[in-house]
């Protein structure tokens, strides 16, 4: 900014006072569940868009070939949201925590899901726990990573999960130890909750 004289500026000044805001890397430590995976996003984003589109275009085509990648993007997501709701994937385990996986995910995330629950349920070993008021903090290890642990913290009267992996914060996926957890506290759906 200084050295194009841009210090005065208004714009590019208010935009600088906002960059708490706008720049990644001063949300590493927020949770935003895999909501900020920006390099990939643009990287896939521009991979797609370089199947269709050439330096060569004249504006016109531009349009007509960026209109019609987005169409087939629009069209390729109704028929995934379709699939999603008219199809199952099937259960592996047929646990409460699965089925009711099964109905708030898609398909490609309930995936992801089962292969957490399956890992929770045959490689977490439990170490130890310690109560701190209404939160457990269970300690538990990997049979795949025997030299490894975590720490998860069970809040009883909140109901709260929170593993030191922090999984969720980054990716809006519950791991293994949590769901470990989850499943030896017998958990059960809310039924009352929207």
């Known amino acids: 900014m200084t050295d194009y004289q841009?210090?005065?500026?208004?714009?590019?000044?208010?935009?600088?006072?906002?960059?708490?805001?706008?720049i990644p890397a001063y949300f590493k430590d927020v949770s935003m569940s895999g909501l900020m995976r920006v390099t990939s996003r643009s990287d896939s984003e521009n991979s797609f868009f370089d199947r269709f589109l050439t330096p060569h275009l004249t504006l016109v085509e531009f349009w007509v070939c960026y209109e019609s990648v987005l169409e087939a993007q629009r069209h390729k997501q109704s028929k995934l949201n379709s699939d999603n709701k008219?199809?199952?994937?099937?259960?592996?385990?047929?646990?409460?925590?699965?089925?009711?996986?099964?109905?708030?995910?898609?398909?490609?995330?309930?995936?992801?899901f089962q292969t957490e629950l399956v890992a929770a349920l045959s490689d977490c070993r439990f170490k130890d726990v310690e109560k701190i008021d209404e939160t457990k903090i269970y300690i538990l290890t990997d049979l795949q990573m025997p030299n490894k642990s975590w720490n998860v913290a069970y809040s009883l009267d909140n109901m709260e999960i929170t593993c030191s992996c922090s999984m969720f914060q980054?990716?809006?996926?519950?791991?293994?130890?949590?769901?470990?957890?989850?499943?030896?506290?017998?958990?059960?759906?809310n039924t009352n909750s929207t």
């Not at 996926?173 to 759906?189: K, P």
């Open 86 to 112: 008219h199809s199952e994937i099937p259960r592996k385990i047929k646990l409460n925590l699965e089925v009711h996986a099964s109905e708030m995910y898609s398909h490609n995330i309930f995936k992801d």
């Open 170 to 189: 980054r990716m809006g996926l519950l791991c293994e130890s949590c769901l470990w957890i989850l499943h030896n506290q017998d958990f059960r759906e």
């Open 6 to 22: 841009l210090v005065e500026h208004e714009w590019f000044s208010d935009l600088y006072d906002l960059r708490e805001q706008w």
